[in-house]
């Protein structure tokens, strides 16, 4: 037994090693897209990120930043801790297999074999190394998430409630679930999702310390579903809840400072935890009194009048009434694991700490009770229906009163008012079609093929199909079974699918799989596992629940809470911005135990068949080259982010458009947190105040916009901050006045921001509200200052408009909206305003016909254009050399040229906007005569950006304008290249489609139009240009297509 717990030691580590070498050889050396930027930036300064805060990931990732040499070495070493945790997590998966794998072949009493060692750690390799390439961890283990360590917390904590297991006679056995609640404490700060272990936990303990029934570990697993609900709702957010009504009491109604009731009710929980657990000890009856009259003096505040009475009465009921034998024991032990679940969760500190120091990311501001009461409840993202609530057209009758709300004010607490609950005409238990969102709406109908009102049979069917099947099975598949590409699909036969590699089996759910085009099979998430790892983990699966019964329930509940459970929980709504398969990691975690287990019924049937050592060997072997080395080897490539860029250099690309101390607006977390990044964390442009448009409406991130950040004086706002605070002018409807011409920016600003009774109307309802007179808007141009703050090129100062006029989309304006405005109105002849190009359309507020592109951003300039974008359609001009010395000496492209680096989903969707630009900048220069420059932009386009597509669409407008202009430049042989290569994608594409029958090519008639209009083009440009070969091979091929897609060409 000695050798078996060296060599079980020993192995845990080397799959630490052989892990966190693979993720650090695959390490993205920079921010990556997402949460990444945010989170970097976050550590480096310890400041503030989004909802719910991540405090202890933020603390770990700053010390490992101090290892980095320079700034732009910050994000590697953050990247790193990932890496170190996730590779943490396998060592700890191996042990977790070894363990479990050991009660299945092992009679405790009798001497270990050679063959069942060899058997048992080759179990744990196996199912070690299976995780450690599956694709969803492997995706978070190299950038800066906090997933990877979250999933270390859970990893951590599972062993240790099988170490207690081991255990579990021995006098101190019970210190391992003091320290499982100290993790649990601690996890808090990464990560909810360790929370979900629980209730797999509880049936650890139960089936050690009590003979196991039925009836018996149903109760076990609804005890634990308590505890879940009580860490999760009442120590979490309860806590703060109650002291935030403590700290309402005695600011408002004793005139004490703010944090003066956070203190007191600190001293009252502490009080109360010290007082249990000397009771718990001594058994002093005057201790139990004194929690008791301490926990109803809490619950008086946090529960109101009433809600204290009765607790109360509860309490008192129960003390000298009913009078329990309490077990001291049990008391002592959920004393201190409560006491240690909160000294973890007192990472939390650091988010008070550093809100009130006002870091530059200081999101929510949750330096007092009740503003960081709603960023740990993530009030910003609203809330979704769970038990009850409507379809997605019922209609909304009214609403009613919640619990009032409050916000900080000079002195004391603000009253916001009352949340509002929606009542609703209709409401259904378990409501999955809810949301009355009209691209949500329209997707469930599309989804379940609604054409009248929806039945309880669409909801449960839209749950099973879309949020079962969709958004869990599927991505279960992608690790365990094969994955199509990395594209985000909808329910497409070709974005996003899970597969197999086995064409016949795929070809059942996809259509045909003989005639894939390039966009599948040269996609390097072509990712083909043919079952192995599934079919493993099955074999696994089925032999714990044969051979130990007790186990397979732990791991099942593991499973079924980390998946499952959390579909249940979030309903999510479709077309969710990104894929979300993340959240599912620890039910990947548990099926590979089933993996490595499997290893083991294999070792069995061969030793039934040959010799004990042999069959082990044989076994051990076979497995790792069926699963980890086939998935290793078929998602290295789409995993290795190592020398990649993009997220960084274009968000470099961003701030360089702009001109000195610019404005920029941006809307995005993908336009936004990558820049963040670059002025936090690499020093990148920091005079540039970046003004997120999103965030504009909420108070905490307008009053941030006035206060300097980095090297960016502080934003002109004209509105005082109590104007603009929670619950105030949150949305200004249009109570069109007739007014005649435009009126003043400014003056309207002024207007609507006016608490007088004149510059308000009256509501249906008597209400007094303020009100935008009309969507006629102009800023009277301070020419002077235009020309004294460069605002524009002075080779254009004769085009300088006397006022900017335009109208506003849109009946009224949201906070954001106004708060933009207002801001524009303020600043716009003391600094450079931009829109970045990636901002919807309709939060340009109609000024695009004033713009001038400069890169990666629109400057709101004083100057009228005429002319259109051809390529997004937008008005504007464009300050030819400005963009030509961007695009030619500023801006990086993130080594999208190497063709070594993976160009994930954004990169690949950002390529659009990338050669968007150059072909904007060559149009221009072709139509001022430029022709070398324009073929010099052109080339590096190409050079730079190589062509990638996967769907035939605008994105490939770009591409078809640089063959014309290489034609208009005279260069036929460039032209020509272009052309064969956009064709060769189109009719690659279009045969696939062909190929896949009807119905399912039907569904592709947009796509399938499109494409044949660009092949048809493609034959004029070709023929107009006197390409006459060319041109017969295209009208060929044209021809053809049309043959072949009458039918879909029709509809």
């Not at 320079?70 to 590779?87: H, K, Y």
Request: with cysteine.
């Amino acid at each position: 037994m000695t050798n078996y717990t060296r060599l079980n030691n020993l192995f845990g580590w080397v799959t630490f090693l052989i892990a966190t070498t693979v993720y650090t050889l695959t390490l993205e050396p920079t921010g990556s897209f997402w949460d990444c930027g945010e989170f970097i930036s976050s550590a480096y300064k310890l400041q503030v990120c989004h909802q719910p805060g991540a405090p202890l990931f933020l603390m770990i990732s700053k010390v490992l930043s101090l290892f980095a040499s320079d700034r732009s070495q910050i994000a590697w070493w953050t990247n790193f801790g990932s890496a170190l945790s996730s590779g943490a997590t396998i060592m700890f998966l191996f042990w977790s297999i070894t363990h479990l794998a050991k009660k299945l072949i092992y009679n405790n009493g009798t001497e270990i074999s050679g063959s069942q060692v060899f058997a048992i750690i080759g179990a744990g390799i196996v199912g070690a190394l299976a995780y450690t390439f599956s694709d969803t961890f492997w995706f978070s283990a190299v950038e800066s998430e906090v997933y990877a360590m979250s999933s270390l917390c859970t990893a951590i904590v599972f062993w240790a409630i099988l170490k207690w297991e081991d255990e579990a006679g021995e006098k101190s056995a019970d210190r391992w679930l003091v320290f499982i609640a100290y993790l649990m404490g601690l996890s808090i700060g990464v990560h909810l999702l360790n929370l979900l272990t629980i209730p797999a936990l509880g049936l650890v303990y139960y089936f050690k310390k009590y003979q196991a029934t039925t009836k018996g570990a149903i109760s076990a697993f609804l005890i634990s579903c308590v505890i879940l609900v009580f860490v999760q709702y009442g120590l979490i957010p309860g806590t703060i809840s109650f002291a935030a009504k403590f700290d309402l009491f005695f600011v408002n109604s004793l005139g004490m400072s703010f944090g003066s009731g956070v203190i007191v009710f600190g001293l009252l929980f502490l009080s109360l935890l010290i007082s249990l657990l000397l009771y718990s000890i001594n058994q002093n009856k005057n201790l139990l009194y004194f929690a008791a009259a301490n926990l109803v003096i809490q619950l008086f505040f946090g529960w109101g009048i009433l809600g204290g009475l009765l607790s109360a009465l509860v309490i008192g009921f129960i003390l000298f009434y009913w009078k329990p034998t309490i077990n001291q024991y049990i008391l002592n032990t959920a004393v201190l694991c409560t006491m240690f679940i909160m000294i973890g969760y007192g990472s939390f500190a650091m988010i008070v700490i550093r809100a009130k120091a006002n870091p530059n990311l200081n999101n929510n501001d949750p330096s007092n009770a009740y503003s960081f009461l709603s960023y740990l409840n993530r009030e910003q993202y609203g809330d979704r229906p769970l038990a009850f609530g409507p379809y997605f057209n019922t209609e909304m009758t009214g609403q009613d009163k919640g619990e009032m709300q409050y916000r900080k004010g000079a002195t004391k607490y603000e009253e916001i008012g009352a949340k509002p609950v929606a009542k609703y005409a209709k409401s259904i238990p378990f409501p999955r079609i809810y949301s009355d969102d009209p691209n949500h709406a329209q997707f469930y109908k599309s989804w379940m093929g609604i054409s009248g009102e929806p039945t309880y049979a669409d909801n449960i069917g839209f749950f099973i199909g879309y949020q079962v099947n969709y958004m869990y099975f599927r991505y279960f598949m992608w690790n365990f079974a094969g994955r199509q590409n990395d594209v985000q699909g909808a329910g497409s036969v070709h974005e996003g699918n899970w597969i197999s590699g086995i064409k016949p089996l795929d070809a059942w759910r996809l259509g045909n799989q003989n005639n894939l085009p390039a966009s599948i099979t040269e996609n390097k998430a072509y990712n083909r596992l043919y079952f192995l790892p599934l079919i493993l983990g099955l074999i696994g699966l089925f032999f714990q629940y044969k051979r130990n019964l007790k186990d397979f329930s732990v791991v099942f509940l593991l499973f079924f809470m980390t998946g499952l459970a959390i579909v249940l929980y979030l309903n999510q709504t479709p077309l969710q911005p990104r894929e979300r398969d993340y959240a599912y990691v620890g039910s990947f975690y548990a099926f590979a135990i089933w993996i490595g287990l499997g290893v083991l019924a294999i070792y069995e049937f061969l030793s039934k068949k040959m010799n004990l050592m042999a069959s082990a060997g044989i076994a051990t072997v076979l497995c790792l080259v069926a699963v980890p080395y086939v998935m290793a080897k078929e998602e290295w490539d789409d995993h290795d982010r190592s020398n990649r860029y993009t997220s960084r250099d274009l968000a470099a690309n961003y701030l360089n458009s702009c001109a000195p101390n610019a404005l920029i607006f941006t809307y995005g977390d993908n336009d936004t947190y990558p820049l963040w990044y670059c002025q936090e964390v690499e020093n990148i442009r920091p005079d540039v105040r970046i003004v997120n448009l999103s965030l504009l409406g909420t108070d905490w991130y307008g009053r941030q916009m006035k206060e300097k950040m980095n090297e960016s004086a502080p934003v002109k706002i004209s509105m005082a901050n109590e104007k603009f605070a929670a619950g105030i002018r949150d949305y200004t409807p249009l109570f069109d006045q007739s007014m005649q011409g435009n009126a003043e920016l400014k003056e309207v600003v002024d207007f609507i921001g006016s608490d007088s009774q004149e510059a308000k109307a009256q509501t249906q309802g008597g209400e007094f509200i303020n009100y935008l007179p009309t969507k006629n808007m102009k800023i009277t141009v301070d020419k002077n200052a235009v020309i004294a703050n460069k605002v524009i090129n002075p080779s254009e100062y004769d085009k300088i408009v006397q006022s900017i006029n335009w109208t506003l989309p849109g009946n009224g304006l949201y906070k954001n909206d106004l708060l933009a405005l207002d801001i524009i109105a303020n600043n716009i002849w003391e600094r450079p305003i931009y829109f970045a190009i990636t901002v919807p359309d309709r939060n340009f507020y109609g000024l695009e016909k004033y713009f001038q592109n400069e890169g990666f951003a629109y400057r709101l300039t004083p100057v009228l254009s005429d002319s259109t974008d051809a390529i997004l359609g937008r008005e504007g001009s464009i300050d030819v050399d400005v963009l030509y010395n961007n695009i030619h000496n500023k801006f990086k492209w993130g080594n999208y040229n190497t063709g070594k680096i993976y160009v994930d989903p954004e990169s690949s969707r950002m390529t659009t906007t990338c050669k968007s630009t150059f072909t904007i900048l060559a149009q221009s220069l072709l139509n001022k005569g430029k022709i070398d420059s324009c073929v010099k932009t052109l080339d590096k386009m190409n050079a730079s950006i190589p062509f990638m597509s996967n769907q035939i669409g605008y994105n490939l407008i770009p591409d078809l304008m640089t063959a014309d202009l290489y034609f208009k430049c005279n260069q036929p042989q460039k032209a020509i290249k272009q052309v064969e290569m956009i064709n060769s994608f189109i009719t690659n594409q279009l045969n696939y489609y062909h190929s896949l029958g009807m119905p399912r090519m039907g569904r592709f008639g947009e796509e399938v139009n499109f494409g044949l209009s660009l092949v048809s083009e493609l034959a004029g440009m070709a023929e107009r240009n006197k390409q006459s070969a060319l041109t017969q091979k295209l009208k060929t091929e044209l021809q053809s297509l049309e043959t072949k897609f009458g039918s879909v060409m029709q509809q």
